[in-house]
């Protein structure tokens, strides 16, 4: 009975996690732009934060994965560059 209990609690916090990471009115896009074979530039893979980051550090580049999230209640533009989604 104990094994089903603790179950069903993980169980809960799966589902409760899972509708925690839920949106609406969320665009995300994905580009594969192997920044490794390019040097980590930002303006050679046109990325949308190369316009902000472009002239960042090389360590700067590597360490965030270029990526942007924007939503109504999130920072848009310049704000939402260099969000590390992984």
């Given at each position: 009975?104990?094994?089903?209990?603790?179950?069903?609690?993980?169980?809960?916090?799966?589902?409760?996690?899972?509708?925690?990471?839920?949106?609406?009115?969320?665009?995300?896009?994905?580009?594969?732009?192997?920044p490794?074979?390019?040097?980590?530039?930002?303006?050679?893979?046109?990325?949308?934060?190369?316009?902000?980051?472009?002239?960042?550090?090389?360590?700067?580049?590597?360490?965030?994965?270029?990526?942007?999230f924007?939503?109504?209640?999130?920072?848009?533009?310049?704000?939402?560059?260099?969000?590390c989604?992984?």
């Amino acid at each position: 009975m104990e094994k089903m209990r603790v179950c069903i609690v993980v169980l809960a916090c799966v589902v409760v996690s899972a509708a925690a990471q839920s949106g609406t009115n969320v665009r995300a896009s994905y580009h594969e732009y192997n920044p490794q074979n390019i040097n980590w530039d930002l303006s050679a893979a046109s990325v949308y934060c190369a316009t902000w980051d472009a002239n960042r550090p090389l360590e700067w580049r590597r360490r965030h994965g270029w990526t942007a999230f924007c939503a109504p209640g999130g920072p848009q533009g310049q704000a939402a560059c260099g969000r590390c989604l992984r």
